[in-house]
């Protein structure tokens, strides 16, 4: 054989494994935490067995996290607690990992020889810890039933009827996973209406949940909501909801 258990080089490789190859570097996702195996942690050294970081190896790492693990709008197919099979994308809600600072985090990491273990440098997180899922604590707009229903640890806690966007105006709610972005009293909605005129209506309960203005309020302006109102004459896109039981979801 041309190499042999004494050759120069193996023996070099052999320590820089024991060395540098029983780092622990452990990124904290939820249910999805994983450390980074041997194997994988051996392509992000440079090749010149220095033991410090190759910080192109590491970028392209990361991309690769990212594409795997960022979730802001994806499509999510989940059985709802209101017992609903969909599948639904879009939205505001979920985890995009800040590639470059991660990369840079990352690079001091591997060059500490350090065990390691913390969530990723994010761009954009939202509440609690990363998540593929749902869990079951979650705000339920349903456009067929028009109803809102409040789920807290996985039971129903709150139901109403709703009026959402106008269907024939082309002005739908938006479908997908978002989260309340800003929660407030007492403000004005301003808007145009059909014939280009302006509208002005106060709301007493206001839940955002999009940075372009839609979110869940009370419509005072409504004597009834639910059944098919959304379809003819619902709202420019918001969550219309009735003002003696918006209180209670607030």
């Known amino acids: 054989p041309e190499i042999t258990s004494d050759d120069p080089e193996l023996k070099k490789y052999q320590e820089f494994c024991k060395k540098y ?7 904290e996702m939820g249910d999805e935490t994983f450390t980074i195996a ?4 051996s392509t992000l050294f440079k090749s010149d067995m220095s033991g410090n970081a190759d910080e192109s190896a590491v970028e392209n790492y990361i991309k690769q996290m990212a594409d795997s693990y960022d979730n802001v709008g994806a499509e999510r197919s989940f059985k709802t ?3 609903k099979n969909i599948k639904i994308k879009g939205g505001t809600y979920g985890w995009t990992i800040d590639k470059k600072k991660e990369a840079m985090q990352l690079t001091a990491d591997i060059n500490s020889h350090k065990d390691i273990s913390r969530k990723p440098v994010y761009s954009f997180e939202s509440y609690g810890t990363y998540t593929k899922t749902m869990g079951n604590t979650y705000v339920d707009i349903d456009f067929t039933k028009q109803q809102v229903k409040f789920f807290k640890d996985g039971e129903e806690k709150f139901s109403c009827s709703v009026v959402t966007g106008s269907k024939i105006r082309g002005d739908s709610t938006p ?3 978002y989260y309340i972005l800003n929660r407030l009293r007492h403000v004005v909605m301003r808007g145009d209406n059909d014939d280009g005129t ?5 709301a007493s309960y206001w839940m955002g949940v999009t940075w372009n203005g839609i979110g ?3 419509s005072s302006w409504r004597t009834k909501f639910g059944g098919d109102i959304w379809k003819t004459n619902g709202s420019h896109g918001c969550i219309n909801m009735p003002k003696k039981e918006i ?3 607030f």
């Open 21 to 27: 190859l029983t780092q622990k570097i452990t990124y």
């Open 38 to 41: 041997p194997e994988t942690l």
């Open 81 to 83: 607690l209101a017992g």
């Open 175 to 177: 479908e997908g996973t």
């Open 198 to 202: 302006r509208y002005e209506e106060p």
């Open 216 to 218: 869940m309020h009370d």
């Open 247 to 249: 209180p209670k979801l």
